[in-house]
């Protein structure tokens, strides 16, 4: 059983920065793609970012110049650096693996952006 473990979350002013970090037990970094996902209330979840198994990343529109997705296999940790955060970036931030055969999700880390 795969379990992610979402860390770094909490309250930050308009224009300033967070690193979510998502733990993964076992070494499974190089066989699956990791994704960043968020849900703001009432809204759907959306994916933020992604890394591929061989390290290609991705990124929704509304985040890309700001928000920055890492992993470090070593530690069998994703990283989502984000800066000039908005209110809008205000949400439960969940770390996604998808695998050969099941995929996973974490708990949650709550994001919010207000002064």
């Known amino acids: 059983q795969v379990q992610l473990v979402e860390s770094g979350g909490g309250l930050v002013q308009p224009g300033g920065s967070l690193r979510l970090s998502c733990t993964v037990s076992?070494?499974?970094?190089?066989?699956?793609?990791v994704d960043w996902y968020r849900q703001a209330p009432g809204k759907q979840r959306e994916e933020v970012a992604g890394?591929?198994?061989?390290?290609?990343?991705n990124y929704e529109d509304a985040v890309k110049g700001r928000f920055t997705i890492s992993r470090d296999i070593t530690k069998n940790t994703v990283y989502l650096q984000m800066s000039s955060l908005k209110p809008e970036d205000t949400a439960i931030y969940y770390c996604?693996?998808?695998?050969?055969?099941?995929?996973?999700w974490g708990q949650g880390t709550q994001v919010a952006v207000a002064s």
């Open positions: 996604h693996a998808n695998g050969p055969l099941s995929e996973y």
């Open positions: 076992g070494n499974i970094l190089s066989l699956y793609v």
């Open positions: 890394i591929s198994k061989s390290g290609y990343t």
